[in-house]
T-cell receptor
Framework: DTEVTQTPKHLVMGMTNKKSLKCEQH?????MYWYKQKAKKPPELMFV???????INESVPSRFSPECPNSSLLNLHLHALQPEDSALYLC?????????????FGPGTRLLVL | GQSLEQPSEVTAVEGAIVQINCTYQ??????LSWYQQHDGGAPTFLSY????GLEETGRFSSFLSRSDSYGYLLLQELQMKDSASYFC????????????FGQGTTLQVKP
């Protein structure tokens, strides 16, 4: 199984809503990532979890809150988002250490904030 | 800091060969990765070069010259389905797992 799954595929939310994005992988990868991608731009790293511990937070606003409940799951909790947060949110996983250049991406959640 | 430069757009015809170049500036270098992303889709890992030379995987090959801080992705026998964005990427010099992506090259394959 070389698949990373993400739900939901699409999400529309108001600025006062609370929602969560979910990501799952069963490849035994112990590094998991959240990226944000705007149209015609490269993915932009938000968070890295290594062995279920947050190892990188790229100065992401606190309205984005990541969670890694176990080695297969990664969540991104959203609260009080702004319209400029509308983007494709990608989850990825990899083996930790030297293999981190090989990342497997999920299909993404396309988020629209109204 | 780290930066990668790649052309923004490339156009080629079906059946042709196209080369997408990537030059990088990094304070620490582990290797160069390539990812493909179709419109509306997710990035897909294509290749990784840690050592100088050419790596071939089917119709796609990737080359690295560490001394020139340069690499390229070579796509042969182009097919319409190869129309996509291609990103080169390097790992952050702090070995944190963070990938630094180039701005991406949009490849358009014409009939």
């Amino acid at each position: 199984d070389t698949e990373v799954t993400q739900t939901p595929k699409h999400l529309v939310m108001g600025m006062t809503n609370k929602k969560s994005l979910k990501c799952e992988q069963h490849m035994g990868h112990r590094a998991m990532y959240w990226y944000k991608q705007k149209a015609k731009k490269p993915p932009e790293l938000m968070f890295v979890y290594s062995y279920e511990k947050l190892s990188i937070n790229e100065s992401v606003p606190s309205r984005f809150s990541p969670e890694c409940p176990n080695s297969s799951l990664l969540n991104l909790h959203l609260h009080a988002l702004q319209p400029e947060d509308s983007a494709l949110y990608l989850c990825a996983s990899s083996k930790p250490g030297q293999s981190q250049e090989t990342q497997y991406f999920g299909p993404g959640t396309r988020l629209l904030v109204l | 800091g780290q930066s990668l430069e790649q052309p923004s757009e490339v156009t080629a015809v079906e059946g042709a060969i196209v080369q997408i170049n990537c030059t990088y500036q990094t304070s620490g270098f582990y290797g160069l990765s390539w990812y493909q992303q179709h419109d509306g889709g997710a990035p897909t890992f294509l290749s990784y070069n840690a050592l100088d030379g050419l790596e071939e995987t089917g119709r796609f090959s990737s080359f690295l010259s560490r001394s020139d801080s340069y690499g390229y992705l070579l796509l042969q026998e182009l097919q319409m389905k190869d129309s996509a964005s291609y990103f080169c990427a390097v790992k952050d010099s702090g070995n944190t797992g963070k990938l630094i992506f180039g701005q991406g090259t949009t490849l358009q394959v014409k009939p």
